[in-house]
Every structure is written in structure tokens, then in C-alpha cells.
């Protein structure tokens, strides 16, 4: 069984920055990706950027510049560094990843979800 966790959600002033943290564990032997969302209510959960191994982190162009994916898919944890955040970024933020366990299953997981408001 696989698991993930976000943490670093908060509330923070516009314009203020907030690092998440997506911590994969369990019978792991890789992991092919990891997401990460946000969702607001009464709207459809949507992607903020995705680390595939072995490329490049990609972004949604709302985020482009403000927002950095960083950290090891080897070591299960990754980061979402959000910078210039403004009120329209408050949402409940979460992590996605497909994991392949040491079974040889492939796992679509999903983490709990961390809260970001952005309001002064």
C-alpha cells in the first residue's frame, strides 16, 4: 500500500510566497509522476504542474513564473514553491502521483489535500 501527503499549506498575504510538500510512502519501488492540483469549491480540480521522470517540470500558464516544482521522484518527495501568490491561487491544494509498488501494481494516489488561502 502506497500513501502521500501534502504539507505547507497556510494562509498568506498577496503577493507572499508558500512552499508544499508531497511525501510519498509505503511499498514503493518508483514513481513514474507526480502531480500536483488545486481545487476550489463548486469547481472541477485542476492541474497546477507535473514532474515526470526524466523531464522537465511543466506548468499551467497561469502559474508560469510564480510557481516551481522542485525535489527527487528517487527520494518520494517533491515541493511546490509558490511565489507572487494572489487570491485567485487560494484553493485546496493536493498531490498526484503514479506509483508502482513493489508488487508491481501501478498506483494513481492521491494525497489529502492542504488548504492555501491568499487574502491580506
Known amino acids: 500500500q502506497v500513501q502521500l501527503v501534502e504539507s505547507g499549506g497556510g494562509l498568506v498575504r498577496p503577493g507572499g510566497s508558500l512552499r508544499l510538500s508531497c511525501t510519498a510512502s509505503?511499498?514503493?519501488?518508483?514513481?513514474?509522476?507526480i502531480g500536483w492540483y488545486r481545487q476550489v469549491p463548486g469547481k472541477q480540480r485542476e492541474l497546477v504542474g507535473l514532474?515526470?521522470?526524466?523531464?522537465?517540470?511543466k506548468y499551467v500558464d497561469s502559474v508560469k513564473g510564480r510557481f516551481t516544482i522542485s525535489g527527487d521522484l528517487a527520494k518520494n518527495k517533491v515541493y511546490l514553491q509558490m511565489n507572487s501568490l494572489q487570491p485567485e491561487d487560494t484553493a485546496v491544494y493536493y498531490c498526484?502521483?503514479?506509483?508502482?509498488?513493489?508488487?508491481?501494481?501501478?498506483?494513481?494516489?492521491w494525497g489529502q489535500g492542504t488548504q492555501v488561502t491568499v487574502s491580506s
Open positions: 514532474i515526470t521522470s526524466g523531464e522537465s517540470p
Open positions: 498526484n502521483a503514479d506509483i508502482i509498488e513493489t508488487t508491481g501494481a501501478l498506483f494513481d494516489t
Open positions: 509505503g511499498s514503493i519501488l518508483s514513481i513514474y509522476a
